[in-house]
């Protein structure tokens, strides 16, 4: 649900302006261009001001080049600059991207700071509403105050549970069979993008229930394409007003999303029968006061359920993939593993069993390590924080890298190594609080955890049943770090039917 939102580069703001396509828009972003520049010298000017003489800041890594900052070096590689950066300064320090001020957390105990704090204090609606209110709609996430989205997890939770898993593995193992029919015997092909469109189809499925999934055709599909499409560097970064064609596809296609589910909604009201789903769930639902979610909710947090699962799910799937394919003794053990636990004749997959499939949930742990697809989670202090004895000024947004913590040299042996068997060892990190966290921790934690597991191992079960996988001239994908989420660059894979 929230993104990492902060790589900025002048590739951004090129091919921002590239795609304006009138004089007034053009007008329109140099104005907002100069208000920015001028926000950001007067904040600096502020700063000036208002910093206190006895406070330890955090140390500042210094830039020559105003208002951009160190944008064009993070956004090439955010995990070298970090990883540099925490060699150079430590824990915690500071540095400033477009005009705003970041400081990470890096390692568990500074980013306890994060994890333990009142959302009053470090605030996550300040930095993640702008990008996410125009996708999921008003009155749910975080358009809301934190309580009321803490309530509104909480009814998503109970939607959530085991019963419903069970039905889901069934769901997701004939999906994913119907899928890779189009695959036929051998070949090689582009695996994320399958998994992406397969993820769209499964969580629709399991999320929204079977009355949803069947009016996802084309041009429904196209629809989550533009909506996602508002998960933009531009959207972040630009006034939300500024007529934009992917700003005016987004809200065209949250409308009309927005209408279906409505449709959707009333149907199953005057129906008789009742549907045991998610949806069924929030439609049952109240807030503590008693009050039932209005429809318009219910459509917000549905949108809101399957895009906070689709690109976490299907670029973990992905990696996994690729990890598989690179380290084939642990594919072959894998395989071994579903004929040991499920049986010769490989029968339909059952819950149960996929949970006795502890490489394949190992593998896919330590595919979460190397590539948590959550590569920060940010807040902005809304007033003075300490962390590792710095004080950090009210403005600052505070960051907390999974990827930099999970594989940060003190705390991680053999660390960019993929070894799903290192948590049957004795693991230093095991003993760290925050060393692990690819689904967050504390208010802010994910609710899709247990079932991004059950879908990917699903996923994953069927798909090693079905092939035996390799990479394409020993190529392992390289980080595309120009997506928000850290997709594989070229993501072709090769794959054979096995022979049972
Ligand atoms: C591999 C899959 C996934 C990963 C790695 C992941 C990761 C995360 C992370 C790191 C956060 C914390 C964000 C923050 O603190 O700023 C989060 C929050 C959340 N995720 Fe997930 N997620 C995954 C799948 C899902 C799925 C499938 C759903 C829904 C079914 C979901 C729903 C949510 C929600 C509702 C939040 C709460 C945000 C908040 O309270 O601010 N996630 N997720």
Known sequence: MSMHLYQMSTKLLGDTVGKMNDNLTSLVLAAS???LTFGYFYSKI?????????????PYIPSSVPFLGHAVAFGKSPIDFLENAYEKYGPVFSFTMVGKTFTYLLGSDAASLLFNSKNEDLNAEDVYSRLTTPVFGKGVAYDVPNPIFLEQKKMLKTGLNVARFREHVKIIEAETVEYFQRWGDS??????EALSELIILTASS???GKDIRGLLDEHVAQLYAD?????????????GWLPLPSFRKRDKAHREIKNIFYNVIRKRRSSEEKLDDILQTLMDATYKDGRPLSDDEIAGMLIGLLLAGQHTSSTTSAWLGFFLARDKATQERCYAEQRAVC??????LHLD?????????????ETLRLRPPIMTMMRMARSTQTASGFTIPAGHQVCVSPTVNHRLQDTWCERTRFDPDRYLHDNPAAGEKFAYVPFGAGRHRCIGENFAYVQIKTIWSTLLRLYDFDLVDGYFPTINYTTMIHTPHNPIIAYKRRKH
């Open 33 to 35: 261009a100069v208000m």
């Open 46 to 58: 502020l700063l000036r001001q208002t910093s206190d003489k006895n406070a330890t800041y955090p």
């Open 187 to 192: 070949g090689q092909k582009n695996l994320f």
């Open 206 to 208: 399991c999320l929204h």
């Open 227 to 239: 909506l996602d499409g508002g998960f933009s560097h531009a959207a972040w970064l630009l006034p």
């Open 343 to 348: 049986g010769d004749h490989l029968p339909p």
């Open 353 to 365: 069993q996929l949970k006795d499939l502890s490489l394949l949930e190992r593998c896919l742990k």
